[in-house]
């Protein structure tokens, strides 16, 4: 059982450099999420989709832009990366949106931006 | 504003002690709240969800109560084990606010 996968595990980028982190799930999931974790706080949700075709800002959405690619995708894009999005960042799913729904969570990407 | 707060930031139990984590939040007009577990350098896993309506739910040895009047919940592990060791996170889901709220999570180590 897959559930939700992640990738990169890892990276490290430059000031001013872009990338997009790729999240997938196979569990037929209506809602995806991104987190981001930093020590000593909570997650703190970035974008979220509720369904195919939407896309939502959470908590901290700037910097940030997400793509709800189909049913099982969902990927975050930094355009210009900065040394305060440094972070772990978490994709998540639940059946329908998190009102009363268990949410599952990928294994993360640590993201190191110098 | 909604928050969440967990004491205490980290704990340490000999193995087989009975032991209680603790989550508050200030707004108590949620519609549900988790508990989740996380291992060192992995995802969460969802433990137990709790609806506003219940008063508690249990799995294994693991036991989630929650008080929706005094903004408490907290999770019960009885008889824990080294196995037990991670980081614990409640997080509550508030309809005026329209997102899962977490709190910055409980460090666990069970030691033999």
């Known amino acids: 059982n897959a559930g939700v996968t992640q990738t990169p595990k890892f990276q490290v980028l430059k000031t001013g450099q872009s990338m997009t982190l790729q999240c997938a799930q196979d569990?037929?999931?209506?809602?995806m999420y991104w987190y981001r974790q930093d020590p000593g706080m909570g997650l703190r949700l970035i974008y979220y989709?509720?369904?195919?075709?939407?896309?939502d800002k959470g908590e901290v959405p700037n910097g940030y832009n997400v793509s709800r690619l189909n049913k099982r995708e969902f990927s975050l894009r930094l355009e210009s990366a900065a040394p305060s999005q440094t972070s772990v960042y978490f994709c998540?799913?639940?059946?329908?949106?998190?009102?009363?729904?268990?949410?599952?969570f990928g294994s993360g990407t640590q993201l190191s931006v110098l | 504003k909604q928050e969440v707060t967990q004491i205490p930031a980290a704990l340490s139990v000999p193995e087989g002690e009975n032991l209680v984590l603790n989550c508050s939040f200030t707004?108590?007009?949620?519609?549900?709240l988790q508990w989740f577990r996380q291992d060192p350098g992995k995802g969460l896993t969802s433990l137990l969800l709790?609806?506003?309506?219940?008063r508690e739910q249990t799995s294994g040895r693991l036991n989630a109560s929650l008080d929706k009047s005094s903004g408490r919940s907290t999770l019960y592990i009885a008889a824990s084990q080294p196995g037990d060791s991670a980081t614990y996170l409640c997080?509550?889901?508030?309809?005026?606010?329209?997102?899962?709220?977490f709190g910055a999570g409980t460090r666990l180590a069970v030691h033999p």
């Open positions: 998540a799913s639940s059946e329908g949106y998190a009102t009363n729904e268990k949410l599952f």
């Open positions: 569990m037929n999931h209506n809602s």
């Open positions: 989709s509720a369904s195919e075709g939407t896309t």
């Open positions: 707004d108590s007009a949620i519609y549900n």
């Open positions: 709790i609806q506003s309506s219940q």
């Open positions: 997080a509550v889901f508030s309809g005026g606010y329209n997102k899962l709220i």
